[in-house]
């Protein structure tokens, strides 16, 4: 069964740069469709970007092109590279596995969860 762990969260300053990463194991992680998702404290979790096995990729309107997300199928990872944060940027964000490339904006419709990073944007 795939196993995903999120890493590189942190407090920084609004205005710089970011990039978390999702290390994934114990499956055929070139099969899955890959998901980042953020929960603000108090609220409900929200997809953020998504990338299909061959690459394409997808992002929630509300980000306007600050966020980009890739993945190294040879390594087994895939990262969210986060521009001009902002303070509510600030959440949980989580990386998420699942089989297909519609729906991804549902949370509903992955399989496999990381435990998520923190980031903290400080205005």
């Known amino acids: 069964q795939l196993q995903v762990e999120e890493s590189g969260g942190g407090l920084i300053q609004a205005g710089k740069s970011l990039k978390v990463s999702c290390a994934a194991s114990g499956g055929a992680f070139g099969l899955y469709f890959m998901g980042w998702f953020r929960q603000p404290l108090g609220k409900g979790r929200e997809f953020v970007a998504g990338?299909?096995?061959?690459?394409?990729?997808f992002y929630a309107d509300f980000l306007k092109g600050r966020f980009t997300i890739s993945r190294d199928n040879a390594k087994n990872m895939v990262y969210l590279e986060m521009n001009d944060l902002k303070p509510d940027d600030t959440a949980v964000y989580y990386c998420a596995a699942k089989f297909g490339d519609i729906q991804h904006d549902e949370p509903q419709q992955y399989l496999h969860w990381g435990q998520g990073t923190q980031v903290t944007v400080s205005s």
């Open positions: 990338i299909s096995r061959s690459k394409d990729t």
